[in-house]
């Protein structure tokens, strides 16, 4: 089962522009992780906000994390066709043990 | 290698056999995931393994789909009498603890006839 959804299903912006993807949850969490995944690739990890922290940056990317209201945002700037994709937000639900639980993805498209 | 790599990297098989998928974790990881990917969709948890034991798998959606890690490294997954359903790209990932970031493999994308 899915344990997230992110919004929006599917972006397009032109390089340049900022890109914010959107990620709700249901459960409460001891942490919060970001993928990205090429066509047809592996996952790759971008960024991890614990439940007790707020906002987070990694060199382009930023994510804040809302626990009271169950949510988090993914913001790219300055976004580049490199940075087509599928971005993926998972959650580690308290007391599960590590195990890590997947939304349903956000198709970001950047175009020159 | 230096990342978590799988084989076969593609498997087409016919309806009712049974089917093996490796992983090979990066060393010193001792926890092991295997997820299953539906396209269009987000990776869906199967089994989680810490060492050599099975510390999750709730995942697994019924008795034909089984994952064993004897000697706490290298892990299979295993299917029996499958079916066209199963058909998906199989990923695998590693952790060096608990909680943290998830190291994943290019994945082994399963095809059934």
């Known amino acids: 089962s899915q344990q997230g959804e992110e919004d929006p299903q599917a972006l397009s912006i032109q390089e340049g522009e900022n890109a914010t993807m959107n990620c709700s949850y249901k459960t409460s969490i001891n942490n919060l992780q970001w993928y990205r995944q090429n066509s047809g690739r592996g996952l790759v990890h971008l960024i991890l906000i614990r439940s007790n922290e707020r906002e987070k940056h990694s060199g382009r990317l930023r994510v804040t994390l809302d626990t009271?209201?169950?949510?988090?945002?993914?913001?790219?700037t300055a976004s580049r066709a490199a940075d087509t994709a599928s971005y993926f937000c998972a959650t580690v639900t308290t007391g599960t043990a590590s195990k890590l639980t997947f939304g349903t993805g956000t198709r970001l498209q950047v175009t020159l | 290698g230096a990342g978590v790599s799988q084989t076969p990297s593609n498997k087409v098989t016919e309806k009712g056999k049974y089917v093996e998928l490796r992983c090979d974790p990066i060393s010193g990881h001792t926890a092991l995931?295997?997820?299953r990917q539906s396209l269009g969709q987000g990776p869906e948890f199967l089994i989680y393994f810490q060492g050599t034991g099975a510390a999750d798998d709730s995942g697994l959606p019924n008795d034909r789909f089984f994952a064993v890690r004897p000697e706490g490294s290298v892990s299979t997954l295993k299917i029996q009498r499958t079916e066209r359903g199963d058909?998906?790209?199989?990923?695998?990932?590693?952790?060096?603890?608990?909680?943290?970031?998830?190291?994943f493999g290019e994945g082994s994308r399963l095809t059934v006839l």
């Open chain 1, 68 to 76: 009271s209201k169950k949510s988090s945002s993914l913001l790219i």
């Open chain 2, 33 to 35: 995931y295997w997820y």
């Open chain 2, 87 to 103: 058909s998906a790209v199989y990923l695998c990932a590693s952790s060096p603890g608990t909680n943290g970031e998830l190291f």
